[in-house]
């Protein structure tokens, strides 16, 4: 099945320092959703995008819906230690079925 | 607030044993998914139910059916586990029409061995 292509896979960051992470695709998809995952849980939902070109903020986190719809980025601003986790992009396809990108983890050091 | 619930946490099997995963949504949406997600992998579709009684095979269906007798509840079984089936399993559900949402429950870590 198709996945997305998510990078990087891995980050090490000091507090305070932004983080931004990608996700492209071959297909186009109508909605791209990011989700962050900490550790022994479920996924839980940060951004959905609807429309090509959209940017939305959700407090220190900003993600943009690529014009091509083949492409969308998140930013975090300022990280802090509860910053840690997995993040994952997904693009939605028909019928709510959801393609994931493989995930960034993501860690802060104090 | 919306609730997906896993009733297993944590489980550990045999080789050769069935395996049901039970999971509920108490938000009345149509839709119900079953994710398996591996490190390096991402999550992975198994199967996933528009409604009551239907189903559809997603990217990995094989060694894998489910059940949704009711709106609420849909199921995971694996037939007869195998150690590749030693994964964490993620229910989902959502409303119908495109844009919405989909909700995750906390997971399912199953261990076979």
């Known amino acids: 099945g198709q996945q997305l292509n998510q990078s990087p896979q891995s980050m090490f960051i000091q507090e305070g320092e932004d983080v931004s992470m990608n996700c492209t695709s071959s297909?186009?998809?109508?909605?791209w959703l990011w989700y962050k995952q900490d550790p022994g849980e479920g996924p839980v939902l940060l951004i959905a995008?609807?429309?090509?070109?959209e940017l939305t903020s959700n407090g220190r986190l900003t993600a943009q819906f690529g014009i091509t719809r083949k492409d969308s980025f998140l930013n975090i601003s300022a990280s802090i230690p509860s910053d840690v986790g997995i993040y994952f992009c997904?693009?939605?396809?028909?019928?709510?079925?959801?393609?994931f990108g493989a995930g960034t983890i993501l860690r802060v050091k104090s | 607030d919306v609730k997906v619930t896993q009733s297993s946490r944590y489980l550990v099997k045999r080789t050769g044993e069935k395996v049901f995963l039970e999971c509920v949504q108490d938000m009345d949406h149509e839709n119900m998914f079953w994710y398996r997600q591996d490190p390096g992998l991402g999550l992975r579709l198994i199967y996933f139910?528009?409604?009551?009684?239907?189903?559809e095979k997603g990217d990995i269906p094989e060694g894998y059916s489910v059940s949704r007798e009711k709106k609420e509840r849909f199921s995971l079984i694996l037939e007869s586990a195998s150690t590749n089936q030693t994964s964490m399993y993620l229910c989902a559900s959502s409303t119908t029409g495109s844009g919405n949402t989909i909700y995750f429950g906390e997971g399912s870590w199953l261990t076979v061995v």
């Open positions: 997904a693009g939605q396809e028909y019928g709510n079925k959801l393609v």
């Open positions: 139910s528009y409604d009551v009684k239907m189903k």
């Open positions: 995008l609807y429309k090509a070109g």
């Open positions: 297909s186009i998809f109508n909605t």
